[in-house]
């Protein structure tokens, strides 16, 4: 990453940074790395105590615009962070970085993100410090994505998995992270470095690359030297590792109960590649490993897990942020108002998005106050966010221009790639007969019914209209029936009546477990004689409780770039090349596996 090409106008021994014209403190061009932090080190010496207790917090605020929000959104942010504005929000915290939601009206379209953006690093260079912020969001892909259509999207991780092309992961970070970039965001939360070898997991599932630690290794690594290239900020989550649970940590506290050495070969590989190929951020997990921590504590809170493995054992010297402080797994064991201070001692640098800012801003102000942190613990985690900032440009232009947009985000090139990619993804897991691919000459008028999930990023979907527009434009004629993830008798009955004279039932399946309205449907529906084709919209574990389908095939998300590809392999127009990435066990039998890692039918 190249340093600040404007130049320092003050001595190296002066007490305060050096501003230019702009008003961005700064870097001097050409320097070495201890130049550089000799100058961000004076930088840090000329900012107030308040200043760096607020360069320490990433915070979510409501609204399109950075001051003139919707008055709702106003409304939200009075109630929720006792100001009106991200403008007033930085100018009250002195905010080191801001979160962008689709829910808080952050994302609702190219132009406005890029305005916001600008909003944004405006508030912060009109502060006395003058230091731009580091805008991040969580722009996974797949179920978990915040800036949506037109911008390119991507299958997500699971499906990446499935595809198992390194340097398909590679594109991915790399045009993902132009188009991020393109929006003034500089730092994405992902990709997820966990591996995910529970299929109860509640929380991971398809967020995860797969359930073989080298496998997911390499496609994170991959990942992450793509986002590299587009000099984004990437971040690997959730350390020390969140594959193995059945509990949400967003509701409760999970307790990971891996062995040290299976943590070893399991949960750490992905992050010591993550490491490996220069990984800027890493991400904590709020779950308790006590093999790794005997205290109890979450490892968000653990100095032996963040100092004494993150930092110390794997040597990761870059910026360790905080899962969501709102998350009710880091909220168990202390309230609000230690939580942050024992994460700056624990060996944190960002803290992320706290139910109550206020209460841990001032938490940590009045911890250093008292003697409990030391100002000189605030400077080193500020230091690295500086350096993190200051690699990625921001002291140099942390503005973005309409015509970047314009010649970045959803250009025709990114999304060709984007459906390329998704045509390696998708698996054919049953294939009785030979049913698919399904011609228009025999199976013509298909029945497409299913659940219909809320989009990921508010700007896809939904899934049964979108599986029934991609067969419609294949020219099959298509019948949307959509009858959601709990199905009550008169809506299957619907759905019955409605294959009657049909030549296949195409069903879009949600996390199907024994019993359930989805399976009851399915069951009907297979009874009536006509072929169903079921395709997993989420977890692939779906198969092993509707065996009496003639095809099943899994999409591993429902957004409209997985779904469509996965109607191409239906139709024939693609063939089926993804290979399952995690192993589905059997329903009758958890302890047996159905179809092992790697399994995938092909035409």
């Not at 406005?112 to 580091?134: E, H």
């Not at 299958?155 to 992270?177: E, H, N």
């Not at 359930?516 to 084709?533: C, D, E, F, R």
Request: hydrophobic share 40%; aromatic share 4%.
């Amino acid at each position: 990453m190249s340093l600040s090409r404007r130049t320092l106008l003050a001595a190296a021994t002066a007490s305060t940074a050096a501003v230019t014209m702009t008003g961005i403190p700064a870097v001097a061009a050409g320097a070495s790395g201890t130049d550089t932090d000799a100058t961000l080190k004076r930088i840090i010496a000329g900012m107030s105590l308040e200043e760096k207790v607020g360069q320490l917090f990433v915070m979510r605020v409501y609204g399109h615009s950075a001051t003139e929000p919707d008055q709702a959104d106003i409304d939200a942010n009075l109630n929720e962070i006792g100001v009106r504005t991200a403008a007033e929000l930085i100018a009250k915290y002195k905010l080191g970085g801001i979160i962008y939601f689709a829910w808080a009206h952050n994302t609702r379209e190219p132009h406005q993100i890029a305005d916001l953006s600008n909003g944004i690093q405006r508030a912060g260079l009109a502060q006395p410090s003058r230091i731009p912020l580091l805008i991040s969001t969580d722009q996974e892909h797949g179920i978990v994505c915040r800036v949506g259509k037109p911008a390119t999207l991507f299958p997500g991780a699971m499906a990446m998995g499935a595809g198992g092309s390194r340097a398909d992961a590679r594109t991915l970070g790399r045009i993902a992270g132009a188009e991020l970039r393109a929006l003034g965001i500089r730092q994405n939360y992902a990709p997820d470095a966990d591996v995910n070898i529970n299929p109860a997991n509640p929380v991971i599932g398809v967020r995860s690359f797969g359930a073989d630690p080298e496998a997911v290794a390499g496609m994170v690594a991959a990942e992450v030297k793509g986002y590299q290239s587009a000099d984004i900020a990437s971040t690997a989550k959730h350390f020390p590792g969140h594959g193995d649970t059945a509990t949400d940590s967003h509701f409760g506290f999970p307790i990971i109960t891996h062995t040290r050495e299976q943590w070893q070969k399991i949960d750490a590989p992905p992050f010591k590649a993550a490491i490996a190929a220069g990984i800027d951020s890493i991400m904590t997990a709020h779950i308790m490993v006590p093999d790794l921590d005997a205290s109890g504590d979450p490892a968000t809170l653990s100095h032996p897990i963040m100092t004494g493995i993150l930092r110390e054992e794997l040597g990761f010297g870059g910026v360790i942020v905080t899962d969501s402080l709102g998350m009710q797994g880091v909220r168990d064991k202390y309230g609000d108002d230690r939580v942050p201070v024992l994460a700056l001692k624990a060996g944190v640098d960002q803290l992320l998005n706290p139910p109550s800012l206020e209460v841990s801003w001032n938490t940590v102000l009045n911890a250093v106050k008292s003697g409990e942190l030391t100002e000189a613990r605030l400077d080193e985690s500020i230091l690295r966010v500086l350096r993190l900032k200051q690699k990625l440009g921001l002291f140099d232009d942390p503005y973005v221009t309409a015509s970047g947009v314009d010649k970045t985000v959803g250009t025709t090139g990114h999304l060709a790639n984007a459906d390329r990619i998704a045509d390696a993804t998708t698996t054919l897991l049953l294939n009785d007969k030979g049913l698919l691919p399904l011609s228009r000459r025999t199976h013509r008028n298909i029945l497409v019914v299913g659940a219909d999930p809320a989009s990921p990023s508010g700007t896809t979907g939904p899934p049964t209209t979108t599986l029934g527009q991609a067969l419609t434009e294949l020219g099959f004629s298509a019948t949307v029936l959509s009858t959601g993830t709990a199905p009550n008798q008169a809506k299957i009955n619907e759905a019955v009546a409605a294959a009657k004279g049909k030549d296949a039932v195409l069903i879009g399946t949600y996390n199907v477990t024994a019993n359930s309205a989805q399976q009851k449907l399915v069951n009907a529906l297979i009874a009536t004689g006509v072929p169903v084709v079921a395709v997993a919209i989420r977890n692939p574990y779906d198969i092993a409780q509707v065996p009496g389908v003639a095809a099943s095939l899994a999409a591993y998300s429902w957004t409209d770039v997985e779904l469509r590809a996965a109607v191409r392999v239906i139709a024939g127009r693609a063939d089926p090349r993804g290979k399952l990435p995690v192993p589905v066990q059997r329903a009758d039998d958890p302890t047996k596996e159905l179809y092992p890692i790697g399994y995938g039918l092909s035409y």
